[in-house]
């Protein structure tokens, strides 16, 4: 028993080291979320060559639902955009919170969690939900939004800039 929880945690360790070795200042995190249906969603499977958008949230967040609500409303100004919405909360609460939003109709919206690993709220240092990231083409970071100084006019702005 007890060299099956030297052997976990080795792995988990490598696991994190990996992740960690690969995250690059100013570059996308390199993230892995499970999605409502189980699978592993990585970084490198969004889309290239579109603006990325990294929403970390919490489906018991009003904040975030609210933000959700405006970039729903203003989908078409977002559609250019690949928005990886992550939160740490469990694979049924991304299930009913993908549900209750419809989000599996819009093609651009990756939504899953990372579970308690917490490598995305550590690398951003989030404190307070919800928290936008926006990245070039290139992976290359444009802006920060944390919580209370999120504006969506200026998020767009920047976004049609790229």
């Not at 994190?16 to 070795?21: D, E, G, M, Y």
């Not at 819009?106 to 579970?115: D, H, I, L, S």
């Not at 995305?120 to 240092?125: A, E, K, P, W």
């Amino acid at each position: 028993m007890r060299m099956r929880i030297s052997f976990l945690l080795f792995v988990v360790s490598l696991f994190l080291l990996s992740t960690v070795a690969y995250a690059q200042t100013g570059k996308v995190t390199p993230f892995r979320m499970v999605q409502k249906n189980g699978k592993v969603y990585k970084a490198e499977n969004l889309p290239l060559g579109k603006p990325i958008i990294i929403f970390y949230f919490s489906p018991e967040c009003e904040e975030c639902h609210s933000m959700l609500e405006e970039i729903l409303s203003r989908m078409e100004e977002f559609k250019s955009a690949s928005i990886a919405m992550i939160t740490y909360l469990s694979v049924e609460s991304v299930a009913k919170y993908v549900d209750d939003n419809n989000l599996e109709k819009y093609p651009n919206m990756f939504v899953g969690t990372e579970g308690n690993l917490l490598f995305v709220l550590n690398y951003y240092d989030i404190v307070q939900f919800p928290f936008i990231a926006l990245y070039t083409r290139e992976g290359n970071l444009v802006k920060k939004y944390y919580n209370s100084q999120i504006d969506m006019d200026d998020l767009l702005r920047n976004l049609r800039r790229i």
